[in-house]
């Protein structure tokens, strides 16, 4: 089964907010790039997304220099799209369902900053479209939420997406399972 690796919003605009201080995985890129290494070695589609607010004058809009991909993350590489949302979910404001139809994907593995929002609500909407969906849990990473620690908040998640709308899995896990598929 043709897979796609989806990175979603590991993007400078985070860490230009005050709210950076208290992100659950300020090392996010780390699982990241073990994702994206995994990915390529399996010759998986990459599929890089950008958050982005044009005109809001805030760190998503695209003017003031935030809108990139963390620098510590692998670099696209050729071949690699990036799109630009504008919603929540990957799919709705860009051509991500187009790009994954044509390149003939039925599986994603999904990542990024937000676990609860933009990385579950594109988790929901990719298994509402019919393709089956990795959670990769240690590959996201948000902020505490009124009360709610950002554990409670990525372990809710988990519990909410679990064998409904996803499959969740570790990075170690995947690397182990491609291990042993090429063993």
């Known amino acids: 089964m043709k897979r796609a690796l989806i990175v979603i919003d590991v993007q400078e605009s985070f860490r230009a907010r005050p709210l950076w201080d208290e992100i659950h995985n ?3 890129a780390e699982p990241v790039n073990r994702l994206v290494r995994l990915a390529r070695d399996n010759g998986d589609l990459v599929v890089w997304v950008l958050h982005t607010e044009p005109g809001s004058g805030d760190v998503f809009d695209p003017a003031l220099g935030h809108v990139r991909l963390l620098d510590e993350l692998e670099r696209p590489e050729p071949g690699e799209p990036t799109v630009y949302k504008t919603s929540h979910n990957a799919f709705t404001t860009t051509n991500l369902q187009q790009l994954l139809t044509e390149a003939g994907v039925r599986e994603l593995l999904v990542c990024g900053i937000r676990t609860e929002q933009c990385v579950e609500t594109t988790t929901r909407v990719g298994s509402d479209l019919g ?5 990769v849990t240690d590959a996201t990473t948000t902020n505490p939420i009124g009360t ?3 554990e409670a908040i990525i372990e809710r998640t988990e519990a909410v997406l679990r064998d409904r709308f996803a499959r969740i899995a570790t990075v170690a896990e995947l690397e182990a399972e491609q291990g042993a598929s090429e063993g």
Do not use: E, G, H, N
Request: net charge positive; proline share 9%; charged share 20%.
């Open 26 to 28: 300020p090392k996010i």
């Open 131 to 135: 393709y089956r969906v990795v959670f």
């Open 148 to 150: 709610l620690s950002a």
